[in-house]
């Protein structure tokens, strides 16, 4: 095995901002040492990013690039010619600010172009630039791709910011190895250039190309399928491996069939390069069991997708999604799935034979050596489309991919398998020591996660769990304290021969700690790549790290915390903290590095999941250059906080919030408005076919049968008037109080606001992503924790919607087709013209059971006619026909409709419920105030107290003998007493999955919905008793799980009212 290990115990000499490896003029990470650095590039801060001198390529454009592109723009002005450049172009060249991004193949750069005419068109052009001095204007893109040729896309100022974006996003730019080798070798740039051995460089690396897809193929390969060479196809990043994908994926579109489903906390990029580069809408759901359900259920209801992306497992939490049940999925709703694999290696787990395409960072433990850039995809040889997908790379592929890069990646390759053996067994063996130490609450990792099983179900005999882990501490303490101590290399990235640690939450999610919090991803969370070296060594670093980290835990037990968790106001207000450092003049800050676009704008908080962008440390020109103007328009707050690098959620619910696609809007707008009118038309020739023709012209006029057709009418009648008074009080209570959840004030007035901007003829854009309201006075939050239970998130707070601003009452869901949270919502029914939910869902249940009856009546009364008929020798007649055909199959769908909606009645549950049935819930339980959080429940206490607010001080003992009369300290104390009274105390308990935790018993299920009496069961009268919400324990009555769960956890023996009344008690 390679040893490129380096060992950075007491490294005197490396510096904050050197490059990873040390002196490697291609690292790929920077080295960024303690927490305190960590908050200091976070934060922007000037004395920090001037000290950085790399970064991961695609977020720092290389120097040698950066001096490539300046030399080819200076070359390219000063020998113009009119046959070369207009007097147009020849003015952009010339233009103070003028940029250029440089990419190895003309339909990457014909791509680039069109991309940033989008933003501003006819403001670019491309440079085709030949190795031997050459210069030409590319008027159409070119498929083509050769070590003679660089294409430059020279573009105005104001369009740096999307130049990155293409850059960042695609995986496309040139490698600063071939921007090295054009520097020195190409003749016009280079008077004492030698002549290059570019053919031997060729063969050289078409051979090492073919070792690595032999390679690749060999290691995804299982016993039952067997890949190729030819499966593989490499790309010069694991990025532009992802685009190539996104670009086959077209392939498979529509106009109805666009969207492209998000599965997990992917990496930030994947989300970009499909939705901003490609177009695609993007739906995202999270790993858990229950959003595999959702996302069942979506395809069940019709959602198309062209393909799906995903992670195996997750970072960097870990986690393992079911490939085979989303394999199966696909399969069966024909999308493609992607899974990437950077963090499972092919070496330890088998995922090919699971989906359609593996595509794979090669950059990370492929390479180890953190200085070359790499990806690749593979295909499933056993997958439907196979044939197709290969045909379609084959079609689309150019080698971008620079000789020099391909032979250092095959020799860092060549013991891959080897490097992942060790660096797993030692990852497995810090998650044991790390799970066994006082000061860690949780490890993340394969090996003992919840989805362990999951994980297993894939893994490879013998092989590991991987490298990667993650460490959530008990305090922040601890956690600073363990990364500072923790003597390895610290940066961005992972997968590296050397261990790798960081703070993983203020690199990816600085900016939106408190969301990255709900997803465990907390802000004090430790990501360790365990790298290959001595177990022995890696046992005596991770323990000094912990001797650290308890130690800081002894001298600041309480620091920083509420109830023995991370106080979720400080992550707030953290992220508060970063809005405000915003400079909303649109500028960059002072002092960031002057013009280049390597300069981290205080309104681009450019972090993403493993890597930043970092500034040049010389005034050297950038190929990306902002303008200085001071025209640019101001930066509006919404824009300050969501950026190039805020996560893929983030960026979901902000300028880019999902919302259902033009054709789901359509459909949504119209197919209610068509539904009714076409089901008046089948209950009027229902009347007529009924009354009219069977019992009217036939059993009375020919067969003399008044009695039975007098029957046939009367219960018709019955069944036709309480279906239709059903009907009428469903679909008008839908029309008219739809139990949509009211919004805020401010909530209102965006609406307002929208809404007169679109009466005035503009554009209405889509809402910007609004964190949870900070304030302890927050409109609505008082009725959460003035109930006795209520349902919330992982930090005790209630669950927030961010488009409504607002926190959403328990049961209560979003619509993203009407832009609603609605009480108890169970689905949109078209039939109905809306959205069945709490208002509403007792008269559906009578409708469709009457309905059922109705279409029993005109099945039956067709049917006895037509049994008569045949029995007096008569053809049958063809109303007959449409009769049966009608009763038959309505009736069939009634049936249905009717005996779900009673189960959902007897059993309190609704159709989103149903899809998720394996889910949780956390209830926040009101306990004594003095109830201390254990090892197994957390708890908080409202009202609630922003940072640095001063704790109000306890009641003391002599209260109960406080004068009563006027005096200041009387009234001080009687105060003091009403906040305490006023103070309620909350466990956050968790079902097990499937536990429904509002299931009273069937009878008192069926009557909170159907109402007290017979009456209300049988006509459409009154509301569902549910809507009322006057009760003071909970919105909706909670059955006996509540009392089931305090004692799980322990919490029988309190009284929080006694104790309340005995504090303020004589």
């Known amino acids: 095995m390679q040893a490129p290990t380096i060992d950075f115990r007491g490294d005197t000499k490396l510096k904050v901002g050197s490059p990873l490896p040390p002196g490697d003029k291609h690292a790929v990470s920077v080295y960024i040492p303690t927490w305190k650095d960590t908050v200091a590039w976070a934060r922007r801060d000037p004395g920090l990013i001037a000290q950085l001198k790399t970064g991961y390529p695609r977020f720092f454009v290389p120097l040698v690039v950066n001096q490539l592109a300046e030399r080819l723009l200076e070359w390219a002005f000063c020998n113009r010619t009119p046959n070369t450049l207009t007097s147009e172009l020849s003015t952009l060249l010339s233009t103070t600010g003028r940029a250029a991004i440089l990419l190895p193949a003309g339909h990457h750069a014909g791509m680039c172009q069109r991309y940033l005419d989008a933003q501003n068109m006819g403001t670019t052009f491309v440079l085709r630039v030949d190795f031997n001095n050459g210069t030409h204007i590319m008027k159409t893109p070119e498929k083509i791709c050769t070590l003679n040729e660089i294409y430059a896309v020279v573009y105005p100022p104001e369009l740096a910011k999307d130049a990155k974006a293409f850059w960042q996003h695609t995986g496309f730019g040139v490698s600063s190895r071939r921007a090295t080798s054009w520097l020195e070798d190409a003749p016009f740039l280079n008077q004492d250039s030698s002549s290059s051995e570019t053919d031997l460089l060729n063969q050289e690396a078409e051979a090492a190309k073919l070792v690595v897809q032999q390679r690749i193929a060999d290691l995804l390969s299982t016993e039952t399928n067997s890949l190729d ?9 694991g990025m532009s491996a992802i685009a190539h994908t996104a670009d086959t994926v077209r392939h498979f579109t529509t106009h109805t069939k666009r969207t492209v489903a998000i599965f997990g906390f992917l990496y930030v990029d994947t989300f970009k390069v499909l939705s901003k580069i490609y177009g695609f809408d993007c739906k995202l759901y999270g790993a858990a069991p229950s959003d595999l359900e959702e996302l069942e259920a979506d ?43 950077t963090v499972a290696t092919s070496v330890n787990v088998e995922l090919v034979s699971y989906c359609d395409i593996v595509c794979t960072s090669l950059t990370k433990m492929f390479s180890g050596s953190c200085n070359v850039m790499g990806g690749s995809i593979a295909l499933n040889p056993q997958s439907r489309l196979f044939s197709t997908m290969k045909d379609l790379l084959k079609e689309g592929f150019t080698d971008t991919y620079f000789p020099m890069d391909a032979i250092v990646m095959e020799k860092n390759s060549a013991d891959f398998e080897e490097r992942v053996i060790t660096a797993s067994q030692n990852a497995e063996r810090a998650a044991d020591t790390l799970r066994g130490h006082a000061s860690v609450d949780q490890v993340y ?19 590991g769990y991987g490298y990667l882990l993650s460490i959530r501490f008990k305090t922040p303490e601890a956690a600073i304290a363990f990364h500072d101590a923790l003597d390895v290399a610290k940066g961005p990235s992972l997968g590296t ?7 993983y939450t203020l690199f990816a999610h600085y900016s939106e700690l408190e969301w990255a919090a709900k997803f465990d991803v907390v802000e004090h969370l430790v990501r360790i790549s365990v790298g290959i070296e001595s177990q022995e060594s890696l046992d005596i670093i991770v323990r000094t790290a912990l001797d650290a980290a308890a130690q800081a835990g002894k001298d600041n037990k309480e620091h920083g915390h509420i109830n023995g968790k991370l106080h979720s106001y400080t992550v707030r207000t953290l992220a508060k903290m970063t809005i405000n450092t915003v400079d909303h003049s649109g500028e960059p800050e002072p002092n960031l590095a002057g013009n280049n676009t390597n300069t981290i704008n205080a309104n681009a908080n450019a972090t993403t999941q493993d890597e930043i962008i970092t500034p040049a440390p010389s ?28 996560s893929i959620w983030t960026i979901a619910w902000s300028d880019e919030m999902q919302k259902p696609s033009s054709s789901q809007r359509c459909a949504t707008r119209w197919v209610p408005r068509v539904l009714p009118p076409v089901m008046l038309a089948l209950v009027g020739y229902a009347t007529y076919d009924v009354i009219v023709y069977c019992c009217v012209e036939y059993l009375v006029k020919q067969e003399r049968k008044v009695a039975a057709a007098v029957v046939l009418i009367a219960f018709y009648a019955i069944f036709f008037i309480l279906m239709t008074a059903s009907y009428l009080r469903c679909f008008l209570t839908i029309q008219f109080n739809a139990g949509f959840v009211p919004w805020t004030a401010d909530r209102e007035a965006v609406e307002q606001a929208r809404n007169e901007r679109l009466s005035n003829g503009g554009d209405v854009e889509s809402l910007s992503w609004a964190p949870p309201d900070t304030n302890p006075d927050s409109p609505g939050l008082e009725a959460f924790y003035s109930k006795d239970v209520f349902i919330c998130e992982s930090d005790g707070m209630p669950k927030w919607c ?28 078209p039939w109905m013209g809306g959205i069945i939910s709490e208002t509403s869902f007792n008269f559906f249940v009578q409708f469709t059971v009457y309905c059922a009856c109705y279409c029993a009546v005109v099945l039956g009364a067709n049917g006895y006619v037509f049994v008569l008929r045949q029995h007096n020798g008569l053809s049958v007649d063809a109303r007959l026909i449409v009769g049966l055909a009608l009763g038959g199959l309505f009736g069939l769908f009634a049936v249905t409709m009717a005996s779900t909606a009673l189960r959902f009645a007897f059993q309190n549950i609704t159709n989103i419920d149903l899809f998720r049935k394996n889910q949780t819930f956390r209830l926040a339980v009101w306990v004594p105030n003095s109830t201390q959080p254990t090892e197994r429940f957390a708890t908080i206490t409202y009202p609630l107290t922003l940072p640095g607010e ?20 009387s009234v001080t104390d009687r105060m003091a007493a009403r906040d305490e009274q006023a103070k309620r105390t909350f466990a956050i308990l968790q079902t097990e999955p499937g536990e429904n935790p509002w299931h009273i018993g069937y009878r008192k299920n069926f009557t909170s919905v159907m109402g007290d009496s017979v009456i209300e069961w049988l006509l ?7 809507t009322r919400h006057d009760n003071m324990v909970s919105d909706y009555e909670f059955g006996p799980l509540v009392e089931e769960l305090k004692k799980r956890y322990g919490l029988v023996g309190g009284d929080p009212e006694k104790e309340a009344t005995e504090t303020t008690s004589n």
């Open 619 to 646: 005034p050297a020109p950038s190929i990306l250059t902002h303008s200085s103007s001071s025209g640019a328009p101001p930066a509006s707050p919404a824009t300050s906080i969501h950026s190039e690098g805020s």
């Open 950 to 969: 001063p704790p109000r001080t306890p009641i003391p003992a002599r209260f109960r003998s406080v004068d009563q009369s006027d005096g200041a300290a």
């Open 229 to 237: 060479a030819d499966d593989i196809f490499l790309y010069p990043s």
């Open 299 to 341: 395809l069940a209801n019709g959602l198309q997708l062209s393909a799906l992306f995903t992670e195996f497992p997750g970072n960097p939490l870990l986690g393992s999604v079911d490939l085979e049940r989303l394999h199966t999925l696909a399969a069966e709703h024909e999308f493609l799935f992607v899974v990437d694999d």
């Open 802 to 829: 961010s488009e409504c601003r607002s926190w959403k009452p328990d049961r209560a869901h979003h619509s993203s087709e009407y832009g609603r949270c609605v009480y108890k919502m169970d689905h949109v029914c």
């Open 497 to 503: 021969n050397f261990t790798l640690c960081c703070a």
């Open 1020 to 1026: 459409p009268i009154r509301h569902s008793p549910c």
């Open 445 to 463: 990792y394969p090996k003992g996660n919840p989805t362990q099983d999951i994980y297993e179900k894939y893994k490879r005999p013998g092989e």
